[in-house]
């Protein structure tokens, strides 16, 4: 039998939850024989190794991988933060990923890919989603429409020519932004609340998605034109004001 030291760190390792409890109750009997005060200790230790672990895996950049970066944020949810470089890393971590896209998030034995079904994974488990199947047919419109947007966005970003990137930046910031913005706006206004959120009365993963979309616009939309959207500003600076998300602010890394 291994040692009660080295127990832990094999029990950290396993991905089947019922092995993992498994594991455990032999290593906690082995703990009781020897040392009753570390009752507390040991409990403590088993509630977090069986509780589900995240790593994300994502360009190191905000871009659509931020809204599930926020969602953790939102709940101080420890995850591992995986950034592959660009554009050598890239190609292998889509090549990993079960449909070739990204963001990609390991948990509970399993790998989800794309930002979309990864965020109603997260919102549906975390109660930032919707209360029935047609609330969360709506949220995840409000998604849709954000996820065309960071399409357009993308081809910008990985463009290498300088004078074609610049092309596409100027295109996609006078049609596509004000555009999407502007359906975004209307749906905050019907369906959002006088409080400042783009769904009802509370706050959910689509407000997260705004304001993940409103801070990269930022770097690199003008500021007259954001100003247009008074609602979706409010949205932005709602979810600024979120203590857990204003940690996570203060703390993340630098990227586009």
């Known amino acids: 039998m291994e040692s009660l030291v080295t127990w832990p760190r094999t029990l950290q390792k396993e991905q089947n939850i019922s092995s993992c409890w498994w594991m455990y109750s032999l290593w906690y009997s082995e703990i009781l024989k020897t040392d009753i005060k570390g009752l507390r200790i040991c409990e403590t230790i088993a509630r977090r190794l069986i509780m589900a672990t995240y790593k994300m895996i994502y360009i190191n950049a905000r871009g659509r991988g931020e809204l599930l970066r926020l969602i953790f944020a939102y709940k101080s949810i420890e995850f591992e933060d995986e950034r592959v470089a660009i554009p050598d890393g890239v190609a292998k971590a889509r090549e990993e990923s079960p449909y070739g896209i990204l963001p990609v998030l ?112 930022g770097s690199h939309a003008p500021p007259e034109l954001l100003s247009k959207f008074p609602a979706l500003k409010k949205i932005y600076e709602n979810v600024q004001k979120i203590e857990s998300i204003s940690k996570y602010l203060s703390v993340r890394l630098k990227s586009e």
């Open 106 to 217: 390991h948990t509970e034995g399993k790998v989800l890919s794309g930002n979309g079904n990864i965020a109603r994974y997260l919102a549906e488990k975390f109660e930032l989603a919707g209360g029935n199947a047609l609330e969360n047919a709506e949220l995840y419109g409000i998604i849709d429409v954000m996820e065309d947007l960071w399409g357009k966005m993308a081809l910008v970003f990985f463009e290498t020519d300088p004078q074609k990137k610049a092309e596409l930046k100027t295109k996609v910031l006078s049609t596509a932004v004000p555009v999407t913005l502007s359906k975004l706006e209307a749906a905050a206004q019907k369906n959002g609340s006088a409080e400042g959120w783009i769904y009802k009365n509370k706050v959910s993963y689509a407000d997260f998605a705004v304001f993940a979309l409103f801070d990269t616009l």
